[in-house]
């Protein structure tokens, strides 16, 4: 009798891109994706989420997956915030990874080449900002969230809130999900055990549209998230099979 080896699992990629309020991006947004697409190692499609926009950009997305093969889209019935969205992309990718960017093009998609040689070994890659390009307000706020986050948790994780990753899809898929938890996504895969890679990308200036956030809730937000997420891992249900034994239950057969 000749055994057949099993397939090789075809390895394909969903990146997930959050949407509110971004109609002046959205074009843009594809002239610098489409080259991506087109050097993916990978099969790679976009799925936009968006959330509960109140301007033109969900006509826009549906514009663009209209005419573009690699481009769909899923719309939220009301805003629901950036960890809902980014939890419903997650539930809707098929595909073995699942990647993350925004639309506002801080961040070039061209940078998710420089991650695929850390995929077979990793189960995150995340992005490091170089020389970012942020305002003032928006710089220091981020600064003094993320020296307080990595103080609190010791994730050891430079730029958590950076919008470039590629994740393993079984492990977000698995991410134990709460408000907030966009801000802790290097540390929810350690949580289960995954291991982090991080790697220095772009960083630009926004181009068009404006900044959702504000020094209040770039500070007060982060800090009430970082209780809830020590909370949350000191009771987090971790275990290993030491041994096991499983009989198969046959049914009896009837005459």
């Not at 005419?67 to 805003?79: M, P, R, V």
């Not at 986050?149 to 590629?166: E, H, N, S, V, Y």
């Not at 899809?169 to 999900?177: D, E, I, M, R, S």
């Not at 350690?190 to 209040?216: C, I, M, N, T, W």
Request: charged share 25%; proline share 5%.
């Amino acid at each position: 009798m000749t055994l057949i080896a099993p397939l090789k699992k075809l390895l394909s990629l969903t990146i997930i891109v959050p949407v509110y309020n971004e109609e002046e991006c959205l074009v843009r947004f594809c002239d610098a994706m489409d080259p991506f697409l087109q050097q993916s190692p990978m099969p790679t499609q976009v799925l936009f989420v968006n959330d509960g926009s109140r301007d033109n950009s969900l006509q826009e997305i549906k514009k663009i997956c209209k005419n573009k093969e690699a481009y769909n889209f899923i719309s939220l019935d009301k805003n629901y915030g950036l960890s809902t969205a980014f939890k419903a992309g997650i539930d809707h990718a098929q595909s073995t990874y699942i990647g993350y960017i925004d639309s506002d093009l801080q961040t070039s998609p061209l940078d998710f080449l420089k991650f695929f040689p850390f995929l077979a070994e990793y189960q995150m890659v995340n992005g490091i900002r170089q020389k970012r390009k942020d305002t003032f307000v928006k710089k220091i706020s981020s600064k003094i969230a993320n020296s307080f986050r990595r103080r609190m948790i010791q994730d050891g994780i430079a730029d958590t809130g950076c919008p470039l990753k590629i994740m393993d899809a079984t492990y977000a898929k698995n991410v134990p999900f709460f408000t907030g938890m966009h801000r802790f996504l290097p540390a929810l895969f350690q949580l289960q055990g995954g291991r982090v890679k991080q790697v220095p990308v772009q960083h630009f200036e926004r181009l068009a549209g404006y900044s959702k956030y504000h020094l209040f809730n770039r500070l007060w937000g982060p800090l009430q998230d970082t209780f809830a997420f020590r909370w949350m891992r000191k009771r987090y249900i971790r275990y290993q099979i030491a041994e096991q034994q499983q009989k198969v239950i046959l049914q009896p057969q009837h005459d």
